[in-house]
């Protein structure tokens, strides 16, 4: 069992997608373990996005994440790290394919919806972010 971290960025909880993300999630068989719906400060996105400071897309990046409620949530199955990175479909929404929740939902490269961890030693780090042990139904 493999668990990754999930974020339905502002541009998606906004138009109250979360319902059929979510969705989409269940019905591709992982397991949500911990979930909540917060509004992160500048300072608590520029920390999780920290590994993208040097990018010319960072302060826009940051901006957006924070301009509105988000939902995080931890989720669980066998190789749930890249099940999840299928479902979610390529960054950019003009790349991803029909079925993911990018071609979707996703508006543009930054407004592309969700965010998925890229590897088990990132989710370790994300999920620890935003959640305690205690959080996360065991
Ligand atoms: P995410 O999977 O959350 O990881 C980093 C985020 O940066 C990415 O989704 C996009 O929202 C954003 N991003 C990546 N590349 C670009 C880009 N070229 N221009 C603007 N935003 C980007």
Redesign the pocket.
Known sequence: MQRTLS?I?PDAVGRNLSGAILKMIQDAGLTVKAMKLIRMTKEQAEGF?AV?KA????A??CC??CSGPVVVSVLEGEGAVTRYRDL?GA??PANAAEGTIRKQYAL?????S???S?APETAAVEIAYFFSQLEIVG
């Open positions: 974020i960025k996005y993208h990018r010319p897309f960072f826009d990046l957006f994440m979610m960054t950019n543009d490269i930054e407004k592309n969700v965010h998925g890229d």
